[in-house]
């Protein structure tokens, strides 16, 4: 064979146009897409998205939040490789239906009237008969029970033998048009109720996205969105008796405003909670105001599951908190001799500036909560809820800037039979709260703690204490040595101011630095009994105070309170802040958190999913089956030759194709 024959019958060579078109339109892409896909909303599930940034970093530490975010797993669904993964996917599937539409909708319509005898024969569902009918009558039955049984019937003379050909379900082939293009006009409707164009506009400079948290009157204006914008979802917090006309899209570590061109005025919010406090559900009474129609306001009760349409715009009860509650509080000192307590009057979200021993410091109140619910288990080894009662968070910052955080209970809580004031302190949102628990006197008050503590402060006090001490214990040694008396009552000055500055942790400390160590334990012995021994005076000073008999001894429970305020006070030091608040009064405003939405490109996903319910009915329930009949002349009659085939339900299509042939033989013998 010559050169030029081997040219002449080698194909040509795909071009590159035709290469990038299968390789788009092919099943491995798409599959591979998918997969991708899935994987991506699985991360987007698991790991909860747009959170504030600090969020993450308390969650993964700095190392792994850095990864992460350079990987975009804080907004999965907005980041450029899930953006590049719809978009393959669009193109892809797009591919597909271009390629593949027109010959279905040729196959719907092709009764393949020219099949040859062999290739029926070869078919697994095959019958041939000699039928002694002619062949207009055999036609004619074949045709009549065929299309009994729901097909459809085409005919064709091919000269020495009629086809007649038969189908039904051919909108099977629907089904593969409908749910391919059901993903892309779901994909092209997510992404048109995504922030990847307000992420685009913030790279080009075209907005500033904000992040200092400031009132929205202060927010420049290049962080404010256009009332047009056409798609976003917004949140806002808005108390009771008050409105808001806008709403903050968080993006990336800050945020931006969307104002809305109509005016939400909450007028009440209400929770509803089980016998045991549990939330059980809420719900905010709004009136919309629209200043394109200021006559008709629109009245309306939002719920969890119930949200406000209004013009485009959908309102969601998404969460609640706290408004701005009126607190009265008592700030009893902890690192002093005063006893009275100074009154504060002020509201959560305010800032109180406060002169301290430690300088001056902020009193921030930042949450109050009602119900603080607990579990706890039964003696049945059920669970059970409780509710501590109401709380209140606050910070103290430093002139530096630097804050701690603390969670105070108003009303004292059980804990092995004994009530406790619970404060709680931490340095770190990162941090559990540690809890200070003051013993609850007689009353249920704090008084008899904190005269106890004041007095531990009293230098004067403490040291009468100690002299009287001394003496008693001279004279009943019969010891009259004034050199020695006054080195003891210094040692127990000493001692009691180490433990109120620092505790027990102090005097452990100062024995450690002065003390050899094989001496250490029998030092720090004899200290701590010289110590109960002036505490355990100035205790039972306060009892005396109080009106308590001890002239029979401490009783069980007053001894149970000295040891639990030793533990409270040993602990004070860590405890951080100069004072105890303890609230005394409360009158709660309530504030509802409110997400706001809109998003034209739902339709657009409403329709996909729509049409991909149909295509996944077509095709798994609706199956595409042919049937052939190749009739021609016979001895003395006519011959039939029948075959069919299914795609899909190949058991239920055998049924069929028995019960078809049953038919005709009957038909054909009778």
């Not at 288990?377 to 103290?396: A, H, I, V, W």
């Not at 005097?507 to 030092?523: C, E, L, N, S």
Request: aromatic letters at 12%; glycine letters at 6%; hydrophobic letters at 40%.
């Amino acid at each position: 064979m010559s050169t030029d024959a081997r040219t002449e019958n080698t194909p040509p060579a795909p071009s590159r146009s035709k290469i990038l078109l299968e390789f788009l339109g092919s099943m491995n892409l798409a599959i591979t897409l998918l997969a991708a896909t899935a994987i991506a909303a699985v991360i987007g599930t698991v790991l909860k998205q747009n959170e504030p940034y600090q969020n993450y970093v308390v969650q993964f530490g700095a190392f792994w939040f850095q990864v992460f975010k350079t990987i975009g797993l804080y907004d999965v669904y907005s980041s450029w490789w899930f953006m590049t993964i719809l978009a393959f996917l669009v193109i892809s599937t797009s591919v597909c239906i271009v390629r593949n539409s027109p010959g279905m909708f040729r196959e719907m319509r092709n009764f393949r009237l020219g099949v040859q005898r062999k290739s029926l024969q070869a078919f697994h569902f095959n019958k041939q008969w000699d039928v002694p009918a002619d062949q207009d009558a055999t036609l004619h039955t074949v045709s009549t029970i065929v299309r009994a049984y729901g097909y459809r019937v085409r005919r064709k003379d091919h000269g020495d033998h009629v086809m007649l050909a038969a189908m039904k379900g051919r909108i099977n082939r629907l089904g593969y048009i409908f749910t391919h293009t059901a993903i892309v006009v779901i994909c092209l409707g997510a992404l048109a109720d995504g922030t990847a164009s307000l992420k685009l506009k913030a790279l080009t400079g075209a907005i500033q996205v904000e992040t200092q948290d400031l009132p929205a009157s202060k927010v420049p204006k290049k962080s404010w969105l256009s009332v047009h914008n056409p798609s976003f979802r917004g949140s806002v917090t808005i108390p009771e008796g008050t409105s808001a006309n806008l709403c903050f899209l968080q993006l990336w570590n800050g945020y931006l405003v969307q104002p809305l061109p109509f005016t939400i005025d909450l007028k009440k919010f209400r929770i509803r909670h089980y016998p045991s406090g549990k939330p059980r559900s809420f719900e905010s009474d709004v009136v919309i105001h629209d200043p394109k129609d200021p006559g008709h306001p629109i009245a309306a009760t939002i719920a969890v599951n119930h949200p406000l349409t209004y013009k485009g715009y959908t309102i969601y009860q998404a969460s609640f908190s706290d408004g701005g509650t009126h607190e009265t509080l008592k700030a009893w000192p902890l690192q002093s001799s005063d006893l009275d307590p100074q009154v504060v009057k002020s509201s959560v979200f305010s800032k109180v500036p406060v002169n301290t021993a430690k300088g001056p410091l902020t009193l921030e109140l930042t949450n109050f909560r009602m119900y603080n619910i607990n579990r706890k288990e039964t003696k049945s080894g059920k669970e059970d809820f409780f509710n501590l009662g109401p709380s209140f968070t606050y910070k103290l910052r430093n002139a530096e800037g630097v804050a701690t955080e603390y969670n105070t209970y108003m009303a004292p809580v059980e804990q092995d039979g004994r009530l406790f004031y619970l404060t709680g302190m931490r340095t770190s949102p990162a941090q559990p709260y540690r809890y200070l628990h003051i013993p609850a006197d007689p009353d249920g008050g704090v008084k008899r703690f904190m005269t106890f503590n004041a007095w531990i402060h009293d230098p004067a006090r403490v040291k009468k204490v100690a002299e009287q001490t001394t003496r008693e214990t001279f004279a009943e040694a019969k010891m009259n040595n004034e050199q020695m008396e006054h080195r003891i009552v210094d040692t127990m000055d000493r001692l009691v101011s180490l433990f109120a500055e620092g505790g027990f942790q102090a005097i452990a400390q100062q024995v450690d630095k002065q003390v050899p160590k094989d001496r250490r334990g029998k030092v720090m012995d004899a200290y701590m009994k010289v110590l109960q021994n002036v505490l355990g005076t100035l205790y039972v000073d306060v009892l005396k105070k109080e009106g308590v008999d001890v002239s029979k001894g401490i009783s069980q429970k007053n001894a149970q309170f000295y040891d639990d305020a030793l533990t409270a006070m040993a602990a004070l030091p860590k405890y951080g802040a100069p004072f105890f608040l303890q609230m005394t009064n409360f009158k709660q405003v309530q504030a509802s958190g409110f997400q706001i939405a809109r998003a034209p490109g739902k339709i657009v996903v409403y329709m996909g999913f729509g049409l991909l319910i149909i295509g996944v009915f077509l095709m798994f329930y609706v199956a595409h089956r042919r049937l052939w009949f190749w009739v021609d002349r016979g001895d003395g009659g006519t011959r039939v030759l029948f075959a069919g085939t299914g795609n899909r339900n190949e058991r239920d299509f055998e049924q069929e194709f028995e019960t078809l042939r049953d038919t005709f033989e009957r038909q054909f013998n009778s």
